[in-house]
């Protein structure tokens, strides 16, 4: 592997851990739940937060996992919305392929627009860039595992060289048979 | 400086960047109305890759034969130019870009691990024997422009001398069938720009091109800089653009700087009502309303994860060869804010190119080339 160049890593502000079942923020539990199944754990976790955001319900499951672990992270930070200098870094190894399993038994009935549009993993981060007006520089890899240090580097090049000052940076993913996990990290310029 | 290297095209208009280039020089396109189950029950405009043609290309090199319609197109696109570079250096990084990879494999009852992107790229990453791990970039239909941008920053930022893009998508059912469940295919060649456009193209195609860092060269020497390049977010809406193109508006200001000459626009251009307005909106905001604009759509169709890359270097050819190229199938420019849609060939010296794509996501890229030499 090349040498990625990992300064400012003080710069990390908090990071969330969402594994079947239970979330953690900067190692703490701050949410657990007897189901581990998806769709009801990331329902039980929204409620929990005590948002009102009904475009919640149409996410699929890597949208919502995703958009929940930002919430989390964002909550009471300052943070100004409205503006292009928070960047959004994300990575999985399945993409979209949930949602692509869905849709592609849909095929053969009726083709549904509405679990099409979920079919690419970058939606994740229209959708909270939707919630939060978020303008900024963005960025969907793909990896095999997860590679916390290709992430970070390239946030850096991005807190030098564009107007980033904060970047939700991190893992999400969703497979195929419902398994999941989201670490996903605030930073800072 | 970082520049363009060497590079290739692979779609229904050639085998080569050479090839591509005359024919789209010449106003032929690859869109013809196809009657293709496996795609569409029924019939389908797009610019499809022949499958006999590719037979023959991979007949030449037998051990191709294991591989998916999209790696062999990926490895054979990358053939010409590996060379080019150290693939054993840990300083030549590897970039893999697409939507749906080899997504037709779902249509399998048992799940093939190769349906996912990381294992694609390193289908063919391995071919070659790349000494570093492929990254693989996914970002809709901006994702060959958000490589360039990602090699450029990857060499600026010091960890790699040259990166190599690939990429690459190739038509499915899952993918035809999207498209035609939101409405958005035309049942013509698509009309960019038009005032009776009425849907978008799909076409497949697979681009590969080498961004290296030239250490010697002088403002003299001939060659293509990349010169800066910028990503936003609508912030608005998942599958539609935004009406005032505020994403594409703030990706191009953050790509170019006061003072950059921009004698031409290579827009995205899809030909759905909304998108081309919603560029003229952009383009209009950022001060653009005289400088050229041209659509590649109607010679390409919609390459997905290929487009950005297929786009750029097709506008940068032309650039190199004092031409600028009218937009296929306009014939009466028809979109809500005022911009300069060149309709035929033109002949013209030009120094600066700005390329824009937009996509699922309200994602927009846009990367500013500019002509030395």
């Given amino acids: 592997m090349p040498q990625y160049t990992l300064r400012n890593m003080d710069s990390i502000v908090k990071e969330v851990s969402i594994e079947p079942g239970r979330v953690t923020l900067n190692n703490a539990e701050v949410f657990k739940t007897e189901t581990t199944e ?75 627009p509405a679990v099409f549009v979920y079919t690419l993993p970058n939606i994740v981060i229209g959708e909270v860039s939707i919630r939060h007006k978020f303008y900024g520089e963005h960025m969907f890899f793909v990896q095999k595992e997860y590679n916390k240090e290709v992430l970070l580097s390239y946030t850096n090049v991005l807190f030098q060289s564009t107007n980033t000052k904060h970047a939700l940076v991190g893992w999400i993913d969703v497979d195929d048979n419902n398994n999941y996990s989201a670490k996903v990290m605030l930073c800072k310029k | 400086m970082i520049t363009i290297g060497a590079h290739n095209i692979i779609s229904p208009l050639g085998w080569s960047s050479k090839e591509n280039f005359d024919h789209v020089l010449k106003g032929r396109s690859g869109i013809k109305k196809h009657d293709n189950t496996k795609l569409s029950d029924t019939p389908l405009q797009a610019s499809l890759i022949d499958e006999g043609l590719l037979e023959q290309e991979v007949e030449k090199y037998p051990s191709l034969k294991s591989y998916s319609k999209l ?75 958000a490589a360039i941008i990602v090699a450029k920053r990857w060499i600026t930022a010091g960890i790699y001398d040259d990166v190599i893009v690939v990429g690459a998508d190739v038509l499915s059912k899952f993918i035809v069938s999207g498209f035609q469940s939101f409405q958005s295919l035309s049942a013509n060649p698509c009309k960019p720009f038009d005032k009776d456009r009425d849907g978008l193209t799909l076409g497949e195609g697979v681009a590969s091109v080498v961004i290296t860092n030239s250490h010697n060269s002088d403002e003299n020497s001939e060659c293509i800089e990349v010169v800066n390049g910028a990503i936003s977010n609508d912030a608005n809406h998942i599958s539609g653009p935004s009406r005032t193109g505020e994403g594409l508006y703030r990706a191009i200001k953050n790509s170019v700087s006061d003072g950059s000459i921009i004698d031409v626009i290579s827009a995205h251009g899809t030909a759905t009502p909304y998108n081309d307005d919603m560029e003229s909106q952009a383009i209009s905001r950022s001060g653009l309303t005289e400088v050229p ?49 060149l309709k035929e060939n033109e002949p013209k010296k030009q120094k600066g190119l700005l390329k824009l794509m937009s996509g699922f996501g309200g994602c927009n890229a846009a990367v500013y080339f500019k002509k030395h030499g």
């Fill in chain 2, 71 to 145: 790696e062999q197109l990926g490895i054979l696109s990358l053939m010409p130019i590996v060379n080019t570079v150290d693939i054993k250096s840990e300083r030549t990084g590897f970039v893999f870009s697409s939507t749906k990879g080899n997504v037709e494999y779902l249509c399998e009852t048992e799940l093939n691990k190769d349906v996912l992107l990381a294992n694609a790229a390193k289908n063919i990453a391995d071919y070659f024997d790349f000494k570093t791990e492929p990254h693989v970039i996914s970002n809709a239909c901006i994702s060959g422009l």
């Fill in chain 2, 293 to 341: 604009v041209n659509g590649l759509k109607g010679f390409f169709g919609h390459t997905l994860g290929a487009a950005g890359l297929i786009e750029s270097l097709i506008s940068i050819m032309a650039m190199q060869n004092d031409v600028l190229i009218g937009t296929k199938e306009l014939v009466c420019q028809g979109v809500v804010a005022p911009i300069n849609v």
């Fill in chain 1, 38 to 112: 998806v769709g009801p754990f990331l329902k039980a976790l929204y409620q929990k937060s005590e948002l009102k955001y009904s475009k919640f319900f149409k996410m699929d499951y890597l949208c919502k996992l995703g958009f929940m672990a930002c919430e989390i992270l964002l909550e009471n930070e300052e943070i100004e919305n409205d503006s292009d200098d928070v960047a959004l870094v994300f990575a999985n190894a399945s993409a979209s392929l949930n949602t692509d399993v869905k849709y592609q038994k849909t095929i053969a009935d009726i083709a549904s």
